[in-house]
């Protein structure tokens, strides 16, 4: 969840929150540097990792640092990130106090402020909880641009959840399109590996395309067995260091010291070279988040109200999609065209037995064939 919220018009929100989420309360929480709302989080949702947007905080560093450093500004703004997406707790506090000496930022307050709070901001005490990715900069300031169309000083609570969850039904629409074209689509494997298919045929695109990422970059680790029973994981360049990886085959239990899986929910590089070694060519069950998978486009219809007028135009649309992804697929050869049209005629003879209109569906003029090829 990501609340946004301005200095001095705190009210009571965790506690409306819960009451809109049946008493739910989030996994995790980013908020703006609110101390008000910070203390009511800690209070009504005791359950709730609580964090500090990192956009919402660099957005201030303009006003905070650009006369203090001058020319050395970006310089250390380069360095700050640096620190940021450290993984040890360890290197990030060592690399902390060398950077405010190299800077002289001893007695700066926003320097000060933000040591104190560190733990609510930077990576290597967050990598433990999961944030889907919402962490990163450009996330956040996307989620910030897509609230700010229908948020306002003026703006009523009820109206605003009732905005958000019109832009959230229309996202799900088009990810639902998005998920038709894959499966029509061929993708591109990367890699050739079991995995790398088994992952293709249960994640949405983004999902896949992170994974991948990472099933890429194991083939450039070496695994070795340590005394324990773990494994040492590193790049195959570096003599020194790596992570550690422990994977129990019998429980289906992987864990790595990188925390990226329980960060984003996809398994890491060196969990997947591990994986690799022992001879697993699916991704176990356990690490397949039902955040990021696949939903079936005819389950999630199903579920939804087949008397709105608005579901009905949206079934249109996304049928306009099938049809495109139909027409451009059949068209790649002369055998595939022969069974689209096979079983489109089959098709269209069981449609035409079937009633014409249906209570409450107002009618939709069918789009012109030259709009969907």
């Known amino acids: 969840m990501y609340i946004m919220l301005k200095t001095g018009s705190f009210f009571p929100l965790p506690k409306v929150f819960l009451g809109f989420m049946n008493g739910k309360a989030p996994a995790t929480i980013l908020t703006d540097q609110n101390m008000c709302l910070k203390e009511a989080i800690d209070l009504e949702m005791l359950t709730t990792k609580h964090a500090l947007c990192i956009w919402m905080i660099v957005a201030k560093f303009p006003s905070w640092f650009n006369a203090v450093l001058g020319e050395r500004y970006n310089e250390w703004k380069a360095e700050f990130f640096r620190l940021y ?220 109200n087949s008397n709105s007028p608005d579901d009905h135009a949206e079934r249109v649309q996304l049928l306009q999609s099938m049809v495109s992804s139909l027409v451009t697929e059949s068209s790649k050869s002369k055998e595939r065209l022969d069974i689209a049209t096979e079983q489109v005629s089959a098709l269209l003879s069981r449609i035409r037995e079937q009633p014409i209109s249906s209570p409450g569906m107002r009618e939709i003029t069918p789009p012109a064939i030259e709009r969907i090829v």
Not at 204 to 222: C, G, I
């Open 85 to 304: 997406n450290l993984e040890l707790v360890e290197d990030f506090e060592l690399g902390w106090r060398d950077m405010v000496n190299s800077f002289g930022l001893h007695t700066n307050r926003h320097i000060i402020n933000l040591f104190t709070f560190r733990s609510l901001w930077a990576l290597p005490y967050l990598r433990s909880h999961f944030f889907a990715g919402l962490t990163a900069t450009s996330q956040s300031k996307s989620i910030n641009s897509f609230i700010q169309r229908f948020l306002s000083a003026q703006t009523r609570l009820a109206h605003f959840v009732e905005q958000g969850t019109s832009s959230v039904d229309f996202k799900d629409q088009r990810g639902e399109q998005q998920t038709m074209q894959q499966n029509l689509q061929n993708i591109s494997l990367k890699t050739g590996a079991p995995m790398e298919s088994h992952a293709s045929s249960v994640f949405t695109p983004f999902a896949f395309s992170k994974l991948q990422e990472q099933l890429v970059m194991a083939a450039h680790y070496a695994s070795f067995q340590m005394e324990d029973g773990g494994f040492l994981v590193r790049h195959h360049t570096k003599a020194e260091g790596g992570r550690k990886v422990y994977w129990s085959p019998r429980d289906g239990v992987i864990t790595c010291s990188c925390h990226l899986f329980e960060f984003s929910g996809i398994l890491c590089r060196h969990s997947l070279r591990v994986l690799s070694t022992g001879n697993c060519f699916q991704i176990p069950e356990r690490y397949l988040p039902v955040r990021w998978r696949r939903i079936s486009t005819s389950s999630s219809l199903k579920s939804r």
